[in-house]
């Protein structure tokens, strides 16, 4: 692994570690595990709740991959999570729109202006669902290159 590799890692480590604490305190100090996250949306939080666990994974994935020395594990790993992540998203958004509970009312969501009215919904389940075929794709390169590099 390159040194520039290696001081991203230790990098991200660092930083989601603070990001699991900043998280933290945000759930079980000021009860705010559903307060929105965008900055964080890159390691996959959308709220302080997913930042918990979020940011500890990524922590701990970081500090694996800088001891095993392998950045192509480290780009496997995070192919293989935004699968992973982005089909819970589609379930999410398609569930969403089907439900009788209002957790995001459709004026509040981003796109909103375009799609106006429940459309939004299938919306974010289309991009979700596009998230989920280009993590495939890079899943399936990085899985080729890693094993290749063994």
């Known amino acids: ?8 890692l230790l990098f991200f480590a660092v930083v989601n570690f603070f ?12 009860q705010n595990a559903f307060g929105l996250t965008p ?13 918990v666990i979020f940011g500890l994974f ?8 800088l001891f095993l020395n392998d950045w192509l594990l480290f780009w496997l790993i995070m192919s293989l999570f935004w699968v992973v992540r ?18 995001n009312p459709p004026k509040h969501m981003k796109g909103y202006s375009i799609f106006q009215n429940d ?13 989920t075929v280009v993590s495939l794709v890079f ?12």
């Open 119 to 131: 459309s939004i919904w299938f919306v974010y389940q289309i991009i979700w669902q596009c998230v």
């Open 139 to 150: 899943a399936v390169y990085f899985g080729w290159l890693w094993l290749q590099s063994l």
């Open 58 to 65: 990524w922590t701990l994935v970081s500090i694996v991959v």
């Open 86 to 103: 982005s089909v819970g998203e589609t379930i999410y958004w398609f569930n969403q729109q089907f439900s009788t509970l209002d957790r």
């Open 19 to 30: 990001i699991f604490l900043k998280a933290f305190y945000e759930c079980k100090t000021k």
């Open 1 to 8: 692994m390159t040194f520039p590799a290696q001081v991203f």
């Open 39 to 51: 900055r964080l949306t890159l390691i996959g939080a959308f709220v302080w709740g997913d930042a």
